[in-house]
């Protein structure tokens, strides 16, 4: 690997640490247009996590070095997951370290360890959380699989770099499988970024709330890491949407006058996507924790479906 | 080598019948033979690792009966897993001899003949090349296994766990032995060379395919002969547990491997279809029942036949690419297959042995009543961490390797030539997809509920952590996990001799250089652990050291917040069924749910619910039934009066006078 390439990549995951916030931000404010409401202001993420660093951690008494390591391991799972995902450029340093398989296995990875933080204290809310949590995990991750799935049988390789230059630079070709596929990718996406309809990012009513629950027992400096790193996970989760279905724009191999090109790209898809985001969650209606599993299920039929369509059509 | 290996063997018999010497001495066993018998397993896996890199060697032993002597053989297949049979035993003897207490029921010298014997037969049934002798080791393993699952035998059900072990066991063996007089075919030659000779007519191959099928998968638990395996895992002494879940189950997939692509050496591939039909749907039931289980033994029962599922499925990819001739694909799939057996005996073992430690600190089975263990036993708490996010499959340790490999072999299916197999693939690569997501649920909860969390008993606050023979055999079986997760290279160079034998190409992926992982060509999936875990602990590093750096590192003690709920106590945590409940609303239609809930109106409120296994209700009970039936039409002859029987003596007598006149 050349110095070059790890620049970009350095900068690549930096953009990600830094801009994750922003999304977030982007996102609430174009809710909170769509809903008539004033806005909190873009940059208010970022006031909140400064306002959390400040604090004081607050922790349960019998709470293990296991729920103090948690966010940090959280936090670092997500900025390699930032780090793997081609948003400005394919063909950096760590593409060839981890495949959309291991990208999976990275976001499950993050998952696993945030759910056993949950359980750890032993508050009624926690475990709910974890559960519930680990609940759309199970029907998730395997239809997000079969979505990277549908992508890799399409550019015959399963590297991320790989698909993004094969679907991106390619001459324009419209695969159906690729429709249901993208359609699964939303559902999943919202699910697992604790979007509505699935969860509520912005309600802590007891009965209905999934991430929250979970994280209930942080303060702190690992609230803001949490926090944080729920943020980096909407734009790693954004990052491959782009990557999948609108891979245009994106450099090759880690050229800088490319990369260049590629950031306001990057960024207007982000704004708009974003702001899709916030369309979608204004439509729909928060749903009960017991049909999530109807959703997620629908998620992996789909899924499933872009596979076989792939197979049958286009094979 | 093969003298080496079979030494060995003797060694560990040996050790054994010194158990005998002084039978009730729990200091001599504990102290002197179960290290010694960890010795041998190192150096069962020094002897393996050289052999899998050298040329096969045979000896014919002059044992057995006369014109049929033994025949031992140490091929590359043979020693890969005589090399897993090895590591495993060197970790779980050193945990047996400070797990292998007082008060255990039988004696420990006889447990400890026992377990000797059990380790000898196994690696006796791996050298084996003829049925004669693949038979009687066979059978000395399951007897032997037998005796130290009922060596608690003072308790009903484990004499009722035991008998049912022993009975599918036998219907196994039964079907085995079929297998083998179909293999020779007439012949009389029941080598193991001879039958490599033969070419079976295709109906008796795949005769001796489904009877191998049947007799290997009755022993490693698929569906619908698993239901020893939750029964008997429990019941055992953990050591033995973690013996048999990790290696006993091998053994069986070792002898289908053998059966199915040595000796038959006939490509069919829909024998392929078979075996990944059958290994998916035990995978995927087996991980949804262990979603529900309560007993962690049970869980992880549950959970090894998921993982021989999986295997099962890798096995039957490696059969459907062999049929249709793509040869680096099958080698590809067979690599994922012996892969995840030695992952599974490793991380498997680990987490048995972490469950007899919290059984021996807490004498407590149950979920419902552990909980916050990872203060009492830190130890026990980490390295079963360890094993559990390799059992999840998670990157970077080796649970996930496995499944990389597999799902990537998933990945190069469809160009098969058969259009509906091809249809079949994604249908197949979903199932493994969620069977592999569901283990992270499943992890999830057996962790959560045992080591975090409040102690959901007043009795968990006396827990201590393990012994410090029990913390090495634990320590040895969590590095192994760590290592085979790290540097898979290594471990796909030593699968190498075993995939050219049997598919005539290596995918030990020199392409990649030797950081990466790339099955086929870099460019297609490439994976490096090491690059992968150093930029994740770069990564949190960092942030831990920025945020130390600029901020305060001021924390604060205080109760619970829980939403400001002052009057918060352990039972209000999940418990095991609580965890287990959206896997029950999900898949509802896989358990057979009885349960009455409390009218509002109760004073003292009882909620229970069970959920059991359908094939119980759809096989076992049927055929237990006609079982009795017959015995039933049997029973009238049976008087009980030797007067009777006299005349039943005269008239045969007279019947068969009457027709040989």
């Known amino acids: 690997m050349n110095l070059a390439g790890a620049a970009a990549q350095f900068t690549e995951l930096m953009l990600a640490v830094l801009l994750a916030p922003l999304l977030t931000g982007w996102v609430n404010q174009c809710r909170a247009w769509l809903q008539n409401k004033s806005a909190p202001g873009l940059l208010q993420p970022y006031r909140v996590l400064a306002k959390l660093f400040q604090k004081e951690v607050v922790l349960a008494h019998n709470a293990s070095p296991l729920f103090r390591a948690a966010p940090y391991l959280v936090f670092g799972c997500l900025a390699l997951a930032a780090a793997i995902v081609p948003s400005l450029s394919t063909g950096l340093p760590l593409n060839a370290a981890a495949d959309a398989i291991a990208l999976v296995g990275l976001l499950a990875l993050a998952r696993f360890f945030i759910a056993l933080a949950g359980m750890d204290v032993g508050t009624a809310f926690g475990t709910l959380g974890a559960r519930r949590e680990m609940m759309v995990g199970f029907l998730a991750e395997p239809a997000l699989l079969m979505v990277l799935f549908t992508a890799s049988l399409i550019s015959h390789s399963s590297s991320l770099s790989t698909i993004v230059e094969a679907l991106g630079h390619r001459e324009f070709v419209i695969y159906p499988s690729m429709a249901f596929a993208g359609v699964a990718f939303t559902m999943v996406s919202l699910a697992e970024n604790a979007r509505i309809p699935v969860d509520n990012p912005a309600t802590h009513l007891e009965l209905t709330m999934i991430h929250e629950a979970m994280v209930l027992e942080y303060s702190g400096r690992h609230l803001a890491m949490v926090e944080w790193a729920a943020s980096l996970k909407l734009f790693v989760y954004s990052c491959m949407g782009l990557a999948l279905f609108f891979p245009f724009g994106i450099a090759q191999g880690g050229d800088w006058p490319g990369i260049v090109l590629a950031l306001p790209v990057l960024l207007a898809k982000l704004a708009a996507g974003g702001a899709a985001l916030a369309l979608i969650e204004m439509v729909s209606a928060k749903m009960r924790i017991f049909r999530a599993p109807e959703f997620l299920g629908t998620a992996f039929l789909l899924a499933v479906l872009a596979m076989l369509v792939h197979v049958l059509l286009e094979g | ?661």
């Open chain 2, 1 to 661: 080598m093969i003298d080496a290996a079979l030494l060995a063997a003797l060694a560990w018999i040996a050790l054994g019948c010194c158990g005998l010497v002084a039978p009730r001495s729990h200091a001599f066993a504990g102290r002197v033979l179960y290290p010694a018998g960890a010795a041998v397993g190192v150096l069962v896996a020094g002897i393996a690792g050289f052999a899998l890199f050298d040329e096969p060697s045979a000896r014919v032993l002059p044992l057995g009966l006369p014109d049929l002597p033994f025949h031992a053989r140490l091929d590359a297949l043979s020693a890969f897993f005589l090399a897993l049979l090895g590591g495993v035993a060197a970790g779980v003897s050193v945990f047996a001899s400070g797990y292998l207490r007082a008060d255990q029921g039988s004696p420990p010298g006889l447990v400890c003949l026992c377990y000797h014997v059990f380790l000898a037969s196994m690696a006796l049934v791996l050298v084996a090349d003829d049925a004669y002798f693949f038979m009687v080791a066979w059978e000395t393993m399951a007897l032997s296994s037998f005796f130290l699952v009922t060596s608690d035998h003072r308790h009903a059900e484990i004499r009722r766990a035991g008998y049912l072990y022993i009975l599918i066991a036998h219907i196994g063996a039964i079907s085995i032995l079929l297998c083998f007089g179909a293999l020779q075919s007439g012949t009389g030659d029941y080598t193991f060379e001879g039958m490599r000779a033969l070419q079976l007519p295709a109906g008796w191959a795949t005769l001796a395919f489904v009877l191998a099928l049947a007799g290997f998968g009755a022993k490693a638990g698929i569906v619908p002969l698993h239901v020893w395996l939750p029964e008997a895992h429990p019941a055992a002494p953990s050591p033995v547990s973690a013996l048999m879940s990790a290696v006993m189950l091998k053994t069986a997939v070792y002898g289908m491997l053998r059966v199915t692509l040595d000796l038959l050496a006939f490509p069919v591939w829909w024998w392929g279809v078979i075996a990944l039909a059958v290994g998916l749907a035990s995978a995927l039931f087996g991980i949804i029942f262990a979603a529900v289980q309560t007993d962690m033994k049970r869980l992880l029962a549950y959970s090894s036949i998921e993982n021989i599922g999986l295997i099962l499925a890798g096995f039957g990819l490696t059969l459907l690419f062999r049929g249709f001739g793509m040869g680096t694909l099958a080698a590809l799939a067979l690599t994922a297959t012996l892969y995840h057996c030695l992952n599974h005996a490793f991380f498997k073992s680990l987490l048995f042995l972490a469950t007899g430690s919290v059984l021996h600190a807490t004498s407590e089975r149950s979920l419902g009543r552990l909980g916050g263990l990872i203060h009492r036993m830190p130890w026990v708490a980490w390295s079963a961490l360890i094993g559990t996010v390799a059992i999840a499959g998670l990157p970077p340790l080796n649970g996930f390797v496995s499944e990389w490999l597999l799902l990537q072999a998933f990945l190069f299916t469809p160009n098969l030539p058969q259009g509906y197999v091809n249809m079949l693939v994604p249908v197949a690569a979903a199932a493994v997809a969620l069977t592999a997501a569901l283990s992270g649920y499943v992890m999830v909860k057996f962790y959560g509920i045992v080591f975090l969390g409040q102690p959901r008993d007043a009795a968990l606050a006396q827990a201590h952590d393990a012994g410090p023979w029990e913390k090495t055999g634990l320590a040895w079986l969590g590095a192994v996990c760590v290592a085979l997760g790290l540097f898979p290279h290594v471990v796909i160079r030593a699968l190498e001799p075993i995939t050219r034998q049997f598919t005539g190409y290596g995918i030990s992926g020199e392409a990649g250089g030797w950081l990466f992982v790339a099955p086929i060509e870099p460019e297609r999936a490439s994976y490096s652990p090491l690059l992968f875990l150093g930029v994740a602990t770069l990564l949190i590093l960092v942030a831990w050291l920025a945020v130390r750096a600029f901020y305060h590192g001021r924390a604060r003690r205080a109760n619970a917040w829980d939403c400001g709920f002052p009057w918060q106590s352990a039972r209000m945590q999940d418990t095991a069924e609580g965890f287990g409940q959206p896997v029950k609303v999900v898949f509802q239609p896989a358990f057979r749910i009885e349960g009455e809930a409390p009218s509002p109106r109760d004073r003292r409120p009882r909620y229970r619910e069970t959920a059991e296994d359908r094939f119980w209700y759809w096989l076992y009970l049927p055929v237990a039934r006609l079982a009795e039936r017959m015995t039933a039409l049997v029973t009238v002859l049976q008087r009980g009066r030797i007067s009777v029987y006299l005349m039943y003596s005269f008239a045969t007598l007279l019947v068969l006078l009457f027709f040989v006149r």
